[in-house]
Every structure is written in structure tokens, then in C-alpha cells.
Antibody, heavy 122, light 107 residues
């Protein structure tokens, strides 16, 4: 079964840039059948959608994060990446990558990574 | 952004009970609504997509219904492994938005 694995620093200083990678266990990241997402969950709180990226290269992200977030795919490495600039304590969360599928849906996330905890603190 | 309101925020139930969780959208979203289950320390798991379609491998005691603004997730006979937090997600338009979650606890 396909697996997703997030990786990156667990601690980031305020005002710095958070960079995470999600490694996909096969080459489906280059398939037009799927799309990819980042979702986060602050401690003790609910799920927050960060953004999606599609085979076409199109990307959509939450307006509250749009000016700070970059989502990209490297098909040669089977990796999805997240970059979030100018972080604050409010960005402390468990960050998940996820795979989505479906021609007419953009939120059917059927496979998730285990999540990686990022703490923003000096 | 479309607001998704789940109710109740938590509930206590016994094994074998029928449980219903509601998700209401701030505007019509046709059937662009999905349900996820999350257990403590684990990633969410897709249960139901497009309001009523059961994800492969999910037990048939889970079902979803609704269209427009009001949606329901029903567990017909609660099992010990169903104690978890449940979230709805709308993808009718961007930004995608989750409901606040419903925690199902053991009575």
C-alpha cells in the first residue's frame, strides 16, 4: 500500500521558514489521477487545510496563509514539499501530507502521512 | 469561506448505540462533503466521500446522508474501535474547510 512520510525539523524559530518534505513510496506523485495536500492540526485543536497541488501544477492554498506558503512537487524524488515563511507560535502544529483522488472532488484525501510535529519557539 | 458547523461537539455513547453526527454548511455545497475519523495520535482516516459513498474497507455500520447544507454521519451500532473524533470537510469551493470535530466518548 502507498505510504506517505513527512520529514523536517521539529523546532523552528519565530520569523524563520518552516520547510517540510513528504516522501511518497511510489511514483504516483507524477500521476494525473491524484492530487496532493498539506493539512495541519494545532495542539488540541481541529484540522486546518493548508493547500493542494495538482498534476497540472495548479495550486490553491488557504487565503490566511497564501502570502507565506509554497507547495511544490519533485517528481524525480517522489516528494511533496511545504514551505511556510515568517512563522509564529500560531504555526505550531502537527503537519500532515495527504493524497487525494477524484476528477470532480478536491478533498477526498484517502491516504495520509503519519504527521510530523513542528514547534515554533525561540 | 464556507463555515462548517458540527454538532454535537462531543457525545457519550455505549457500545451498540446508534450515533448521529451532524454537519451544517453556511451555504449550499451540493454533496461535496466528506467525513473523516481520527484517533488520538493518529492521522485522519477517510470514511465517507461525496456525502454518502463508503470508502473501501470501511465497515458498513458507517453511513452518510445529506445534500445542500445539512449532512449526517451515522454509526448504526457503535463498536469499541469507533471511539474517536469525527470531522467533516467541504470541497465545494476553496478554501477547503473542516468542521470543528465531534468527539465520541465511552459512556
Amino acid at each position: 500500500q502507498l505510504q506517505l512520510q513527512e520529514s523536517g525539523p521539529g523546532l523552528v524559530k519565530p520569523s524563520e521558514t518552516l520547510s517540510l518534505t513528504c516522501t511518497v513510496s511510489d511514483d504516483s506523485i507524477g500521476s494525473r489521477n491524484y492530487y496532493w495536500a498539506w493539512i495541519r492540526q494545532p495542539p488540541g485543536k481541529g484540522l486546518e487545510w493548508i493547500g493542494n497541488i495538482y498534476y497540472s501544477g495548479s495550486r490553491y492554498s488557504d487565503p490566511s496563509l497564501e502570502s507565506r506558503v509554497t507547495i511544490s512537487v519533485d517528481t524525480s524524488k517522489n516528494q511533496l514539499s511545504l514551505r511556510l515563511t515568517s512563522v509564529t507560535a500560531a504555526d505550531t502544529a502537527v503537519y500532515y501530507c495527504a493524497r487525494g483522488w477524484g476528477d470532480s472532488s478536491v478533498g477526498v484525501f484517502d491516504i495520509w502521512g503519519q504527521g510530523t510535529t513542528v514547534t515554533v519557539s525561540s | 469561506a464556507i463555515q462548517m458547523t458540527q454538532s454535537p461537539t462531543s457525545l457519550s455513547a455505549s457500545v451498540g448505540d446508534r450515533v448521529t453526527i451532524t454537519c451544517r454548511a453556511s451555504q449550499g455545497i451540493t454533496n461535496d462533503l466528506h467525513w473523516f475519523q481520527q484517533k488520538p495520535g493518529k492521522a485522519p482516516k477517510l470514511l465517507i466521500f461525496t456525502a454518502s459513498r463508503l470508502q473501501s474497507g470501511v465497515p458498513s455500520r458507517f453511513s452518510g446522508s445529506g445534500s445542500g447544507t445539512d449532512f449526517t454521519l451515522t454509526i448504526s451500532s457503535l463498536q469499541p474501535e469507533d471511539f474517536a473524533t469525527y470531522y467533516c470537510l467541504q470541497d465545494y469551493n476553496y478554501p477547503l474547510t473542516f468542521g470543528g470535530g465531534t468527539k465520541v466518548e465511552i459512556k
